[in-house]
């Protein structure tokens, strides 16, 4: 099968080359060769590679850039996934949609399942919201997969911020009153590839198991590497930023333990994560 991703040269795009099947034939392509914001530029490139499935995970993930230069969220995260599943359905190839649980306002206290009602608190939610909604439009066999707290060994994210803090500062401050799942980029890939192999179409949340707040994942990413660095846990009012994530943010999922895709514990992901982070990335 030939598989196109956008976004590729991000977390998950490269993940997803490291971790395809053999049989998959994964084209990644990064923003200069597929601007997603650019019609012409998507069809072209779909109708150059016939890919029979592309991974839409190209957007603009600054959760506080969104919030600051909304223009700019809108046009990536809503007008690109616009862009791919017009083309996409016009090659007649299947669409798998990347989102997120910024999508929900976390004001309930139970994890989010796949139905319930999403309303976004930032820009970067309610954006990739739009994605969701244009690809379930114009899309007929489309997967919009919400995810997590996406982290590799070596991109620049919470995990690689914590170690760079670390080595900075004498103790940390972190957020303890906003819920999330840490999901590793190489568990989401492998579920996806156990998505798309089925094939299944719909809504899925594919999270690594279990809650955590930041500070909870800041304590286990230094505890995991015996780093004896003190962590003050603080509210999420004391750290002053321009997006507003959700209080709860954490995701279950009905529909992938139904396909028999069970994604593993948070804690164990993120000790495979630092155990491979010496290791050269092999993308
Ligand atoms: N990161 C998270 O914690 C998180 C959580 C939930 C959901 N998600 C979703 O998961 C997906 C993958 O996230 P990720 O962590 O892999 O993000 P990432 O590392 O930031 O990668 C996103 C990629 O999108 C590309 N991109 C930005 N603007 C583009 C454009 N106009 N045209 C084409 N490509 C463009 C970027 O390429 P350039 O850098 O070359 O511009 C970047 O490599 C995204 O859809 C995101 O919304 C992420």
Not at 182 to 195: I, S
Request: aromatic content about 8%; glycine content about 6%.
């Amino acid at each position: 099968m030939r598989v196109l991703v956008t976004g590729g040269h991000g977390q998950l795009g490269r993940a997803l080359l490291r971790t395809a099947p053999a049989g998959m034939e994964v084209v990644a392509l990064g923003s200069s060769d597929c601007d997603v914001t650019d019609p012409a530029t998507v069809r072209a490139i779909v109708a150059r590679i016939e890919p029979e499935l592309i991974v839409h995970c190209a957007a603009w993930t600054d959760v506080d850039g969104c919030e600051r230069h909304p223009e700019r969220a809108w046009r990536v995260n809503a007008l690109g996934a616009q862009h791919v599943a017009t083309a996409c359905a016009e090659a007649g190839a299947a669409l798998v949609y990347i989102s997120t649980n910024y999508v929900f306002d976390g004001e309930r206290d139970e994890p989010y399942h796949e139905f319930d009602r999403p309303n976004p608190l930032s820009v970067y939610g309610a954006s990739k919201l739009a994605g969701e909604e244009v690809v379930r439009a114009l899309c007929p066999r489309h997967a919009i997969v919400r995810t997590a707290m996406l982290y590799d060994a070596h991109s620049r994210n919470f995990v690689t911020t914590v170690l760079r803090l670390a080595r900075e500062q004498p103790r940390l401050r972190m957020v303890a009153d906003q819920y999330g799942n840490p999901t590793f980029v190489d568990d989401l890939a492998r579920a996806l590839w156990q998505l798309v192999a089925q094939p299944a179409y719909g809504m899925f949340h594919l999270v690594n198991q279990g809650a955590a707040s930041w500070y909870d994942w800041a304590v286990a990413v230094l505890e995991l590497l015996d780093l004896a660095v003190p962590v003050d846990p603080i509210p999420a009012s004391e750290f002053r930023r321009a997006a507003r994530p959700p209080r709860n943010g954490v995701l279950t999922s009905l529909a992938a333990p139904a396909l028999g895709i069970i994604m593993p514990d948070w804690r164990d992901a993120l000790a495979r994560c630092l155990t491979s982070r010496r290791a050269p990335e092999s993308s």
